[in-house]
């Protein structure tokens, strides 16, 4: 609860109100990473480790989107919430689009 003091000029009157205030917003979600704060939140949040997610992509049955996802995880400098290679590297770790919101909440607030 706070209190909202109003006056009126022409009156001289003071009125004083008690109102809840509406809450902030919250902030919104960070879209990239580091890799190395993603594979620290991946962890923090989901035990998956660097071997789980190699392994998921080593599960990947045709060699071209393999060796795609591959290249997507071992050479990328950021990690885009939005990229193509997330979202398949998301899917083969079963991550679910609150997973995501964690990791990317959490990622950038690793200091490493």
Not at 49 to 52: A, G, L, P, Q, R
Not at 104 to 109: G, I, N, Q, R, S
């Given at each position: 609860m706070a209190e909202?003091?109003?006056y009126n000029l022409q009156t001289g009157e003071t009125k004083t109100e008690t109102y809840t205030p509406e809450p902030s917003p919250p902030d919104p979600i960070p879209l990239t990473a580091t890799p190395a704060q993603g594979l620290m939140a991946l962890?923090?949040?989901k035990g998956i480790?660097?071997?789980?997610i190699e392994s998921a992509i080593a599960s990947i049955s045709d060699p071209g989107k393999r060796y795609a996802a591959q290249i997507?995880?071992?050479k990328t400098t950021v990690w885009e919430r939005g990229s193509q290679s997330m979202q398949s590297?998301?899917?083969l770790l079963q991550l679910t689009e609150k997973d995501f919101d964690d990791l990317?909440?959490?990622?950038?607030?690793i200091k490493l």
């Open positions: 909202r003091i109003t962890y923090q949040l480790t660097e071997d789980d997507a995880y071992r590297i998301g899917v990317f909440a959490l990622a950038p607030t």
